[in-house]
């Protein structure tokens, strides 16, 4: 069965750093497009980053500047580092996978378990 799992986040003070791992566990034959997400307390989930198969990337104007995505296909995992982040940011950081397993089953919209990221100012 593939999976998602997150780790990292935590608490934070403004303008400090935190990175996000995001590991996909199983029979993973090939991993597409994947992405970040975030809710905060009282409203929707947002897109917060993007980055397809070439490692070509892309970001909400919030916080382009700020977040970095990376992926890494020889370990199934993508990366999400976060600098100079600020109260708004604190949100459940989701990551999401287009994977394809070795059985060929595809996983269009595969989720992770969430990641709390909390700022304090």
């Known amino acids: 069965q593939v999976q998602l799992v997150e780790s990292g986040g935590g608490s934070v003070q403004a303008v400090g750093s935190l990175k996000l791992s995001c590991v996909a566990s199983?029979?993973?034959?090939?991993?597409?497009?994947m992405g970040w997400y975030r809710q905060a307390p009282g409203k929707q989930r947002e897109l917060v980053a993007t980055?397809?198969?070439?490692?070509?990337?892309d970001y909400a104007d919030s916080v382009k500047g700020r977040f970095t995505s990376s992926r890494d296909d020889a370990k199934n995992t993508v990366n999400l580092q976060m600098n100079s982040l600020n109260p708004e940011d604190t949100a459940v950081y989701y990551c999401?996978?287009?994977?394809?397993?070795?059985?060929?089953?595809?996983?269009?919209?595969?989720w992770g378990q969430g990641a709390q990221v909390t700022v304090s100012s």
């Open positions: 980055i397809i198969s070439r490692g070509t990337t």
């Open positions: 199983g029979s993973i034959a090939a991993m597409n497009a």
């Open positions: 999401n996978a287009d994977i394809v397993s070795r059985d060929w089953v595809r996983y269009r919209s595969l």
